[in-house]
């Protein structure tokens, strides 16, 4: 191995040099030398231990390198360089640094082979990506990247104590296969899971990801969530646990894309259900299974972001975000490119035969039909209709087609086709998908175990076809039913949203409160204070009612005649001569 640096590494150096620059041909060059660069590093790589550094009594190994992070690797640093080619026209230095840095994060977290090196580079992620959010510089951003945040540092707090008692337990710092059932183990998948978006830890994705700017949420997408499917997929293969979490993602996330009315709301919650089928794979612990699951992050990556690159598109030229908004405009007309690529990400995350999701999804539910687990199978089928309906019939029909209702008056857009570094971008992605699609041994050969499966199987692309044709017929005979309507659907965010409201009345009242005890102490004090600086005044208007003027002792006010002295004394005296004499 050519040992020059560490992928991360060139990211995070790339992001401190960009602003050093002013021409803006040579930042867009930067943009895309230095994913370029990274992706020449890897291919340099090979299988090992790399960059171990002595930490106190622990080695910190910041490159293990083998099949499964080669694999993730390559996939995040492909989707580096297409994300950076779609946001060439974007102008803001911020924007392209956080997503570098960001990007170098997820390397580090990828490469990792000690649980120190693992949290230290989580952290980056979960801190840069949120600026990814707070760019868009609008109120809703603000607030939902503020939410971001919290939940995300709550998973790293997890996330850290679980190392804390790990180590304290076993002694060692290794990022490898975990025993699940402990306390540590299971703080850790705990945070591991609150970025996975594993309902009901998910609501932060679909809250926060369409508020992101329209460049931004294609390094969200796959980062974040693919990075958790990775030390899933290294740190708790065949957890039972896992394989019905991921169906009831696949489905749940179906579930509330069916009934979005936002484009971007809709396509995050389809990430949700994506992340499912991985999960599911993961937790089914075949080899065929963890092949699929860690393909279908792969095929993901790429089918999602041309999804989400055509939404950004929609919304750069036709400032409208929402179905209701879109119908009715006669888009295909204006966007016809955008409208093919889009569909050619809708066909391969669909799992349509000729496109990779076709591969990757197929291996996980055949895995499950291999360990006899009919349940899942139908429920990972269910999953992949809805997916279909939702965003290659759904979501085109009313966003290039659908007909508004008559009722509704449609103001005048202009709508073009988006700048062309988008559209190049999604061509790219697009034509990966097909190529991976028709060739797949591209794919196979970076899996992370020998691959035997073979997609192209007269039954599987009958059964597949038979599926999703059914599933267009149903569409189209119940089409005005499918038509989008303004409504609010309500998620497990609505907890924390409305418990936050309580927290802080709550913490308003306290705060009252305390205020008023505070006031009124203070005030009995000061009263205390008065006193104590005559006394005997004091005790005149409490007993004798006189109300006198406050004022400070006057030793010739009170004077009392020497008499009235030697006579207490001589009381006194009497009284301890008497103790003494007669006891």
């Known amino acids: 191995m050519i040992e020059v640096i560490h992928p991360a590494f060139i990211f995070i150096f790339g992001a401190l040099i960009f602003p050093l620059f002013r021409q803006r041909k040579v930042k867009q060059f930067l943009q895309l030398f230095i994913p370029a660069v990274a992706f020449i590093d890897l291919l340099y790589m090979t299988e090992g231990t790399y960059w171990i550094y002595r930490f ?78 707070w760019t868009r510089q609008s109120s809703k951003s603000l607030g939902a990247g503020f939410r971001y945040l919290m939940v995300h540092l709550f998973g790293g707090a997890s996330l850290l104590a679980g190392i804390a008692i790990h180590v304290s337990h076993t002694g060692s710092i290794l990022f490898t296969n975990m025993e699940f059932g402990t306390l540590g183990s299971n703080l850790i998948l705990l945070g591991f899971l609150i970025n996975a978006a594993t309902p009901p830890l998910h609501a932060w994705l679909s809250d926060a990801y369409p508020e992101a700017t329209v460049t931004g949420i294609v390094f969200l997408s796959a980062f974040t969530t693919k990075c958790a499917v990775y030390v899933l997929l290294r740190g708790f293969p065949g957890l039972e646990l896992l394989v019905w979490m991921g169906a009831i993602m696949a489905l749940y996330g ?33 080899e065929l299974s963890m092949n699929g699951a860690t393909a279908h992050a792969l095929t993901n990556i790429l089918n999602k972001s041309i999804l989400l690159m055509a939404a950004g598109g929609i919304i750069e030229v036709t400032g409208r975000r929402k179905l209701t908004e879109l119908q009715g405009r006669n888009l295909y007309t204006k966007m016809a490119i955008c409208f093919f690529l889009y569909m050619t990400g809708a066909f391969s995350i669909s799992g349509v035969p000729l496109f990779n999701g076709f591969i990757s999804k197929l291996m996980v539910v055949y895995a499950a039909g291999e360990v006899h687990r009919p349940i899942i199978h139908l429920l990972l089928h ?11 019939l759904k979501l085109p029909y009313n ?75 149903a569409f189209f005979l119940f089409v005005d039913k499918m038509r989008s309507e303004l409504t609010i659907s309500i998620d497990t965010d609505w907890f924390y949203r409305k418990g936050a409201i ?14 008023a005890i505070q006031n009124k102490t203070t005030g009995i004090i000061e009263s205390v204070i008065r006193s104590s600086k005559n006394p005997i005044q004091t005790l005149e208007a409490l007993f004798l009612q006189r109300k006198t003027p406050s004022g400070p002792y006057d030793a010739n006010t009170y004077r009392q005649a020497i008499g009235v002295g030697v006579m207490f004394f001589l009381i006194l005296f009497a009284l301890l001569c008497f103790v003494f004499f007669v006891y």
């Open 56 to 133: 106190m009594t622990y080695e910190l190994i910041l490159g293990r390198v083998d099949k499964l992070s080669m694999c993730f690797a390559y996939g995040f640093v492909i989707i580096t360089f297409l994300g950076m080619v779609y946001a060439l026209h974007v102008r803001e230095d911020v924007q392209h640094m956080v997503a570098l840095i960001y990007a170098g994060g997820t390397l580090g977290v990828t490469f990792a082979g000690d649980l120190f090196t693992l949290f230290a580079f989580w952290e980056v992620m979960a801190i840069f990506s949120v600026f990814l959010i």
């Open 399 to 473: 966003t290039w087609f659908g007909k508004a209702p008559k009722e509704t008056k449609l103001e005048e857009i202009e709508a073009k086709e988006p700048p062309f570094n988008m559209l190049l971008a999604m061509a790219m992605a697009a034509f990966l998908c097909i190529f991976t699609g028709i060739y797949p041994k591209v794919l196979y050969d970076i899996l992370p175990y020998p691959v035997t499966f073979k997609p192209y199987t007269l039954y599987s692309v009958a059964t597949t076809l038979q599926l999703l044709l059914f599933t267009a017929f």
């Open 254 to 286: 179906i579930i509330y894309a069916i009934l979005e009315n936002d484009i971007r709301r809709l396509l995050a919650y389809h990430i949700i259900s994506q992340v499912g089928y991985m999960l599911c794979g993961i937790g089914l612990g075949t």
């Open 502 to 515: 309580v927290f802080i009345e709550l913490a308003l009242n306290f705060g009252n409160a305390r205020t």
């Open 382 to 392: 269910l999953a992949s209709i809805g997916t279909f309906m939702c965003l290659a």
